[in-house]
């Protein structure tokens, strides 16, 4: 699960920067078929980073291997320049991910239950586990869904428990696989306002979509990844103009244009 860290920073306070990165990671499945080729990327914990492609480019698979989910056939990753391999127990406390499919991370049969799973299971002074909560509470906007089952929760609101449940014991680096599935307008907008938020706290953040026109106004980075390589990994507006070159569609309008956050 992602939220099995005990550590990270008091509710208000900034996280620490550092990054992620992998260097040659390839990733070969039992039939022999090449998932992941030669992936090469720096991700520091300051940057909004979006991964596009098209389905079976690698991108989920990539995601899986920056949470140590899988290992790979060659290359590795790296957290603040030393092998996940060696930090495993640790690596929640930096690097967490929510998945497309939200609801399997959802835990405890109330809202605020939940959110204090991960940091009551390692250890955390309930008095500080419960300020945590009721601050994670407010600062996603579900005060008023705070005992319910999390299960009566609007899609939008659903994906914005698993963030939390990721962020409240310290990830400094959160993956979102496909956030914007299945939301409408405001549930879009929900989700980017709570990535926002964690940005501006100094949370890194990579959004896995293929709906650009949603979030990429907001990145720092496009990355394209093809066939299992990173084929672009630029400023948005320039690596925006490579779309078709890999049977992608490019947004309409400008870059500016691309968010759907009001």
């Known amino acids: 699960m992602n939220r099995e ?8 306070g900034r996280r620490p920067r550092g990054y992620l990165s992998c260097e040659k990671l390839s990733h070969r499945f039992a039939n022999g078929v090449l998932g992941l080729c030669d992936v090469s990327l720096h991700l520091p914990f300051d940057e909004l980073v979006v991964v596009t492609g098209l389905n079976g480019a690698g991108k989920s698979l990539l995601a899986r291997h920056l949470v140590g989910l899988v290992r790979p056939s060659s290359g590795r990753v790296l957290l603040n320049g030393i092998d996940i391999r060696r930090v495993e127990g640790r690596l929640h406390q930096h690097v967490g991910m929510v998945f497309q499919d939200a ?6 049969q109330t809202v ?3 959110l204090g799973f991960g940091p009551i299971h390692h250890g955390m002074p309930r008095i500080e586990v419960d300020a945590r909560v009721e601050w994670m ?3 996603i906007g579900l005060e008023d869904r705070a005992d319910a089952d999390p299960h009566t929760l609007s899609g939008g609101e659903l994906r914005r428990l698993a963030v939390a449940g990721v962020v409240i014991t310290g990830a400094q680096y959160v993956i979102l696989d496909e956030p914007f599935s299945s939301l409408d307008p405001s549930g879009v907008r929900d989700v980017l306002d709570v990535m926002l938020n964690l940005r501006g706290q100094g949370c890194g953040i990579m959004v896995i979509t293929h709906e650009l026109e949603k979030v990429l106004a907001h990145a720092d980075r496009l990355v394209i990844l093809h066939r299992g390589r990173v084929e672009e990994d630029g400023h948005p507006e320039s690596a925006l103009e490579q779309l078709p070159r890999f049977e992608l569609r490019r947004p309409p309008g400008s870059l500016e244009d691309m968010t759907w956050r009001e």
């Open 5 to 12: 860290s005990p550590a990270g920073p008091p509710p208000d």
């Open 103 to 108: 609801e399997h991370q959802i835990i405890g």
């Open 112 to 114: 605020r239950e939940d």
């Open 137 to 139: 509470i407010r600062h």
